[in-house]
């Protein structure tokens, strides 16, 4: 059973910002928080990684608070080829399984 | 650099057939991961490897799947006999063996469809 909730789906505009939030009820000390993203027909990749606070790279930035119970994903202008699932996963740093759930679809619109 | 290849891209066999998935990991990574998707369900993890080692093989669903790892490098999964559950996506991953290993490279999957 995958550890993390998330919305299902997600609409935007091309141009927004767009926040996607996951819930990490069950994240275990030793676990980083975790994002992919997955287009049709491709496998997933990854986005951004972080433990606690913010982390930003050029693609995306994660909020993470200090109870580490949840994180949020923040795309900044999206266009419309960010349309894709989105997953947000505990990985434990001592093993190499990843747990996905159902992920958000993210529609971008023009 | 070459990214995680896998064949072949799409499988069609008959149920109680026999099938054999193939990955090529990026050059060098030590761990090697296999994953599906059935049909309407989440992408569940298969097994582990770490260079011919399996690390953990916790998700394989049966006997009749069978992954090798023949000298750390590419992975193969046989599937033997198919079952029309077996239908899905199957993907590959790898990554470095130093490290923190959180980013795993996916391969673009292997459908597989029974009939």
């Known amino acids: 059973l995958a550890k993390t909730t998330q919305p299902i789906s997600m609409d935007s505009y091309e141009g927004q910002e767009v926040n996607i939030t996951c819930s990490h009820n069950n994240i275990a000390t030793n676990d980083y928080i975790t994002w992919y993203q997955q287009f049709p027909s491709q496998g997933p990749r990854f986005i951004i990684q972080g433990y606690k606070t913010k982390v930003t790279n050029e693609v995306a930035s994660l909020f993470i608070p200090a109870d580490r119970k949840s994180s949020t994903l923040s795309l900044p202008r999206v266009s419309l080829s960010d349309t894709a699932v989105y997953y947000c996963?505990?990985?434990?740093?001592?093993?190499?399984?990843?747990?996905f759930g159902q992920g958000t679809t993210l529609q971008v619109k023009p | 650099e070459a990214g995680v290849t896998q064949f072949p891209s799409h499988s069609v066999i008959e149920k109680g057939q026999t099938v054999t998935l193939r990955c090529d990991p990026i050059?060098?990574?030590?761990?090697l991961y296999w994953y599906r998707r059935v049909m309407g369900k989440e992408i569940k993890f298969l097994l582990h490897f770490v260079k011919e080692s399996k690390q953990d093989e916790s998700g394989m669903p049966n006997n009749r799947f069978l992954a090798e790892r023949t000298g750390g490098t590419y992975s193969t999964l046989k599937v033997q006999p198919a079952e029309l559950e077996d239908s899905g996506v199957y993907f590959c991953a790898s990554n470095g063996g130093q490290g923190l290993t959180y980013e795993q490279y996916f391969g673009p999957g292997t459908r597989l469809t029974v009939t």
């Open positions: 050059s060098g990574h030590d761990n």
């Open positions: 996963l505990d990985y434990p740093s001592n093993t190499g399984k990843l747990i």
